[in-house]
T-cell receptor
């Protein structure tokens, strides 16, 4: 396993621009999560997928945010019309949950640090 | 709603000594999981240890162990024989036992290890 990878690692953009981040989970992991982490704080849940289905979205995920996971493989997180308040580290995690299983361990990627000027 | 609180923003420990990081949580659920994650500077988060709420026995992983007090809703992490590589931000996290897998994190504790 090569682990969870995220691209890009750093993104600087101007307010109002659109940005897209990519996450490649560990192969065979059926769950994929997105979190946002601001400086000095713990990560906050944004959304998660079971295979290609987006099963839960946080209230933090405004209409400007959209996430996809086509074919249940990699995932993208797009932020439209970025605002300075969007500046944060965006973390992706993946896990494998057996059907009917109770638990899984989330493995995190290195994150994408977004700076909105 | 569930909340996780880490009341120690920073802690320090001498190399080879023992340190305990505190975590409390609030929930009305009886079925849940608790985790400690480690986030080294500029590196990705890794799982340190996990505890299932239905298990009374405290989890241990080598030098890391927890003190799980379900009635008090307390979940502390003890690091024995601290090493320089233990220096990191430590996050306590809660996960409900139902189908959603989202983690709810505390604010984190920065651990400094002094040589």
């Amino acid at each position: 396993d090569t682990g969870v990878s995220q691209d890009p690692r750093h993104k600087i953009t101007k307010r109002g621009q659109n940005v897209t981040f990519r996450c490649d989970p560990i192969s065979e992991h059926n769950r994929l999560y997105w979190y946002r982490q601001t400086l000095g704080q713990g990560p906050e849940f944004l959304t998660y997928f079971q295979n290609e289905a987006q099963l839960e979205k946080s209230r933090l995920l405004s209409d400007r945010f959209s996430a996809e996971r086509p074919k249940g493989s990699f995932s993208t997180l797009e932020i439209q019309r970025t605002e300075q308040g969007d500046s944060a580290m965006y973390l992706c995690a993946s896990s494998f949950r057996l059907a009917g299983g109770r638990t899984d361990t989330q493995y995190f990627g290195p994150g994408t640090r977004l700076t909105v000027l | 709603a569930q909340t996780v609180t880490q009341s120690q923003p920073e802690m320090s420990v001498q190399e080879a000594e023992t340190v305990t990081l505190s975590c409390t949580y609030d929930t009305s659920e009886s079925d849940y999981y608790l985790f400690w994650y480690k986030q080294p500077p500029s590196r990705q988060m890794i799982l340190v240890i996990r505890q299932e709420a239905y298990k009374q026995q405290n989890a241990t992983e080598n030098r890391f162990s927890v003190n799980f007090q379900k009635a008090a809703k307390s979940f502390s992490l003890k690091i024995s024989d601290s090493q320089l590589g233990d220096a990191a931000m430590y996050f306590c996290a809660y996960r409900t036992g139902v189908s959603t897998g989202k983690l709810i994190f505390g604010q984190g504790t920065t651990l400094q290890v002094k040589p």
